[in-house]
C-alpha cells in the first residue's frame, strides 16, 4: 500500500460505495468515510474494509467545510491525500502510474493534477468536456479545499503541481431523474456563485487570479467571470452550443445531446431563471440578496 489517504464524503451511498472502495482500498493505507448520517447500506458496506475508518458529521450544505473538516479531525498519517466522490474510481492505468510515480516525486512536488472521464448513462463522453483537469492529490498539509458553494477545487498553500497521464471516472449510477433533480438543487449554489461575482457578496471571488489550483481549472474560473458579464439566458444557449457543436458532443450521438442538452443549455437555463429572481426580489441590492439567500435557500454568506 502506498503512503497515502482517501477522503469520501458519504451520503446514501450504498449503490456506489462497493464499488469505490474495491477500487481503491488495495492501494491506499487509510479510507476516510465522511458520513453525513447515512441511512441506507453505506456504513455497513464500508465497515467491510480493514482500512476503512468511519467520521461522521452534519452536512451543512457545504462540500467545502466537510471536506475541511475531514482534514482536521481524521487522524491522518500519510504523506499523501488523494480528495474522492462515491461514484468516482481510477482506471486501472492510472492506478499503476499512481503507484510507479508517487513514492519518486521530490518534496517541492506537493500536488497531482488527474484527468477525469464523464460516463452518462453508461457512456464516456469523449467530446463536450474531456478532459477536465483536477487537483486531486496533495501532500498532507500543502493543500485545502477553497471555500466556495460551487466548484469547489483543491487549492494548494505551498509547492508545485504535476499532471500525470492517466483518468479517473465520474460514473453515477443513479437515474435520469435522480441526475436532473441534483442540477436543480445545484442551480440556486451556481446562481449565488455568478451573483457573487456580479455583486462581490463575499469577496471570495476576487482572489480568484491568486489561487493555486489546477491550470485547467484556473483557466475556466477565469472564463466564468467573463461569463457571469453576459446577458441572461443567451449565455446559456451560447454554452450549449459551444460544447455541442465547438466542442464535438454532437458526434456523440443521442447520449452526447442529453448530456449536453441537460448540463449545457436546460441547467445553465435554469440557473439564470434563479439569477433573475433574486434580481428582481432584491432591486439588485448586495443586502437584500444576503437576506433572500438566508431566509428562503438557507445559504449564509
Known sequence: MLDLSIIILTYNEEIHIRRCLDNISPLAKDIFIIDSYSTDRTLEIARGYPN????????????????????????????????????????????GEVRDKLPTLTDEICGIVIKRRHIFMDQWMRRGTYPVKLLRFFRYGSGICEQRLMDEHIQLLEGQSIEFDNDFCDHNLNNLSWFCHKHVN????????????????????????????????????????????????????????????????????????????????????????????????????????????????????
Open 186 to 301: 445545484y442551480a440556486i449554489r451556481e446562481a449565488v456563485d455568478l451573483l457573487d461575482i456580479e455583486y462581490g457578496l463575499t469577496g471570495a471571488a476576487d482572489t480568484d487570479e491568486n489561487r493555486q489550483i489546477a491550470e485547467q481549472a484556473h483557466m475556466k474560473r477565469l472564463k466564468k467571470h467573463r461569463y457571469a458579464g453576459q446577458p441572461l439566458f443567451w449565455r446559456s444557449f451560447a454554452y450549449f452550443c459551444y460544447r455541442y457543436f465547438f466542442k464535438g458532443a454532437c458526434l456523440e450521438g443521442r447520449i452526447g445531446f442529453l448530456w449536453s442538452f441537460i448540463q449545457g443549455w436546460w441547467y445553465r437555463t435554469l440557473v439564470d431563471a434563479k439569477v433573475l429572481e433574486i434580481k428582481k426580489k432584491s432591486g439588485g441590492d448586495a443586502e437584500r440578496i444576503k437576506e433572500i439567500l438566508k431566509t428562503e435557500y438557507n445559504i449564509n454568506i
Open 52 to 95: 476503512v475508518h468511519i467520521l461522521q458529521n452534519k452536512w451543512e450544505n457545504n462540500y467545502a467545510r466537510q471536506f475541511n473538516w475531514a482534514l482536521e479531525n481524521a487522524h491522518i498519517k500519510t504523506e499523501w491525500v488523494l480528495r474522492l466522490d462515491a461514484d468516482e474510481y481510477l482506471l486501472p492505468e492510472l492506478i
